[in-house]
């Protein structure tokens, strides 16, 4: 899910590589222009997910074309229904339960866009690959270190059917974040030698359980306070500025080693903050911070030093040196809709992104922040993606998204991770 972040209102130019090709309106493959209709379908219609529909319709509408809605899947019919009276799609359209997502396989959309809690992405991904669509994955797209593998395999799969997978990293698409990722790429702050990121907020929300509420739908209506379909605030909404580390310095990160705890939140069992170090390699470190607890002071961004310099992730550069970039012109200065821009075109120039193991690493490095803390331990990034020796390789929650589609869901205690021994 996607909680409000500061905009700019200006679009500045650079040269941005490979991504450059994939916003540049003008570059169209022989393979062949974007069709006049494009179909699309949506799983998930929370917040986010309406978020994102109207994203990829405004996208469209850049590109010149008609996006047509054709079916629109969540676990609750209420969120159907609220979101239909923008769409009024007939109830033939309109698919409910956690076995939702199969429907909308069968339809002839060419694009999904999956929204759910993320606990069910790599499930709903997969599908959507074996059904050859093209696909917007919203991070995170996985809660444990079994999910984010699984993402990285579909995504192979996806790249042997040529299909465009976009992620919803949506600073990569954004003309400040870009700009700054080619200046640094030119070596106008020299080499990153150590940073900060930060999310501290607040809490987004609290669903309180109804009287009579079966466990699975009070979890999946309070989500993002439940560890089992969020990750935990570190994985679901840190991400972002994690992300930025990763892609700014080119590597994940080694280990982590990190602390956290549970001062105020009264709902679910997760913690409330989070501190880990995150350790890239050749002696670099990056400082994580996050935070959600109403009333306190607000930080959310990434601050990165070099030898040569230093710069805001997506705000001010300070260099010793004149460093130029070419020029390339964003169809948009919404990054969130740039990202859909990106994602259709790239689906028929014969180019087709694939953001699944790049969104997949960036998960595992905050899967990783987040086990370090509950457990107090030293955990290796190698230790989630390749040694399966380790006993957090196959890590999984207990409860999964095929517990909430057979319906055998058991509410966990309300109390968040002890980590050590007393």
Known sequence: MEHPIQRRDFVTTMALGGLALAAAPSILSAQGAIPAKVKVALIGCGGRGTGALSQFIAACKILGV?????ALADSFEDR??????????????????????????????????????????????????????????????????????????????????????????????????????????????????????????????????????ADGVYMNRNWVNFAELSGDHIVEQHIHNVDVAIWFLGRPPVSALGFGGRARRDSGNMFDFFSVDFDFGDAVHIHS????????????????????GSCFGGGKLFSKKDVKVPDIKLDTGDAMVQEHVALIRSAFNGKPL??????????????????????????????????????????????????????NVKLPAEVPPTPGKA
């Open 66 to 70: 008609e996006a047509e809605v054709v």
């Open 80 to 213: 159907i229904q609220k979101i239909n009276q923008t769409y009024k799609l007939p109830a033939t359209k309109l698919f409910v339960g956690y076995d939702a997502y199969q429907k909308v396989m069968a339809t002839d959309c060419a694009f999904v866009l999956m929204a759910t809690p993320p606990v069910f992405r790599p499930v709903h991904f997969a599908a959507a690959v074996e059904a050859g669509k093209h696909c917007f994955v919203e991070k995170p797209v996985a809660v444990d270190p079994v999910g984010a593998r699984a993402i990285i395999a579909s995504g192979e799969k996806a790249k042997a059917k040529g299909l465009a997978v976009v992620a919803g990293t949506q600073r990569r698409h954004d003309a400040s974040y870009l700009k700054n990722k080619a200046l640094i790429d030119a070596g106008a702050i020299g080499a990153i030698r150590g940073g900060i990121v930060q999310w501290n907020g607040t809490v987004p929300w609290v669903r309180r359980r109804v009287a009579g509420e």
């Open 289 to 308: 911070q996050c935070r959600q607890i109403t009333d306190t002071a607000s930080r959310v961004g990434e601050f990165f030093t070099g030898a040569e």
């Open 354 to 407: 694939n953001d699944a193991r790049q969104i997949a690493e960036s998960n595992l490095a905050v899967i990783m922040g987040r086990m370090s803390a509950y457990t107090g331990e030293l955990v290796r990034f190698a230790d989630l993606l390749t040694n399966d020796k380790s006993p957090h390789y196959n890590f999984q929650f207990a409860i999964g998204s095929k517990d909430f589609e057979a319906g």
